[in-house]
């Protein structure tokens, strides 16, 4: 297993990355080649396809005294507090650590890469693979998921507060972050209004609160 | 990477496989989990879900002069006769030969295994990931997919010859091998009516030849 591409992606690091693909169309990611895989014969034709699958690796995973998995994982979905199997889940700690994304194909540039919407990976990861969607053979839009069924509430609030620095963000990355943001990038039934954290996106860094399903962005600088 | 299981499959060869997961539904396979990942709890839940992905090793290629895989395939579906580039198509023929299939979950068995019907993978697939399907994510019933945007035609009618041998195979191989068959197994635009094709099925091996649509079984036999 080699690496055919890199991902470029305003997500600097794992927290705020939405929990699956899709969840932050707004998202505007690249796929770019490594020079083996650059030519554009690699991808003709792609552009007949609206979405694409992405395999690829979860390279950020830390491994605490060694162990990159186990057998069971909590769900956050879950409240952090009930263990499923890990092949039940869609944990990145699991054998392989291979993460599985389909994502909006949203043009071949020129310099060959791939910009994609609503990428779920975090800035260097690796592809191994890349698919076109197959709506009569990958869409189910029937299929039963249990506890995992419904898209997960984008169910907070955003407010600007004044002198946030808002100014300093294109209209395309404050679209993203609304999307990033209202998914709650808090850790499993966090409760802590007095808490403030920190969301490194792009260039920038947000520092936020939440209270009452509101969350405030007080504060946005370039990051260092 | 390593393998997490194997699949146990009736396809004992290349041949006859359909193009995609889903398209032979009756088909039923198993995924045996190496002593390794077969403790009941990596899959614990996973009966709330009724599909899974499978991230499997296109293991029965043949490299010619060592070469796994081109920049550009001719997929079966433009006849064999235009280059899609590689990323543009499931060809197997692809840098680090991974294969996806969504599969329905029929069972996990009191062994560990899990039982899946609609699998597309010849037996002794090496698995390396299995993940829930998750409906809000995975399915796209709306994506576009030029080239391959339909289900391939199931197009043939299958006629099995008196005194064939039918008898020997039970209802449930019967019902699978009339939806394998019916995808047309041949090569892309082969027709030759005189021609006796040979595919092999679990134990049996069956002789058919193709002529105007009419798919017609010959004669079944035990492997040997």
Redesign the interface.
């Known amino acids: 297993?080699?690496p055919?591409a890199f991902i470029r992606s305003p997500f600097v690091e794992k927290f705020g990355i939405p929990r699956?693909?899709?969840?932050a169309q707004r998202v505007v990611s690249r796929i770019v080649f490594v020079p083996e895989?650059s030519?554009?014969?690699?991808?003709?034709?792609?552009d007949?396809?609206?979405?694409?699958?992405i395999?690829w690796g979860f390279h950020c995973n830390t491994h605490d005294a060694g162990e990159s998995f186990h057998?069971?994982v909590r769900p956050p979905r879950l409240g952090g507090n009930q263990?499923?199997?890990?092949?039940?889940?869609?944990s990145p700690y699991?054998?392989?650590e291979?993460g599985?994304s389909?994502v909006r194909l949203l043009a071949v540039n020129e310099d060959g890469s791939l910009s994609i919407g609503g990428a779920d990976m975090v800035d260097g990861t690796p592809v191994?693979?890349?698919?076109?969607?197959?709506?009569?053979?990958?869409?189910?839009?029937?299929?039963?998921?249990?506890?995992?069924?419904?898209?997960p509430d984008a169910a907070l609030r955003i407010v600007w507060q004044d002198s946030c620095g808002k100014e300093a963000l294109s209209e395309g990355h404050i679209q993203a972050l609304e999307e990033i943001l209202a998914q709650d990038p808090r850790p499993a039934y966090h409760d802590a209004p007095d808490r403030v954290y920190h969301l490194c996106y792009s260039l920038f860094e947000l520092d936020f609160s939440v209270e009452n399903s509101v969350l405030r962005v007080l504060r946005i600088k370039h990051r260092s």
Do not use: C
């Not at 030519?39 to 792609?46: K, M, N, S, V």
């Open positions: 297993m080699q055919i699956q693909s899709g969840l895989f030519h554009p014969d690699f991808t003709r034709g792609i007949q396809f609206s979405h694409i699958w395999i057998a069971t263990r499923m199997g890990v092949f039940a889940t869609r699991r054998p392989n291979l599985l389909a191994y693979d890349i698919k076109p969607y197959l709506p009569y053979a990958d869409a189910l839009p029937g299929a039963q998921a249990g506890f995992a069924a419904e898209k």
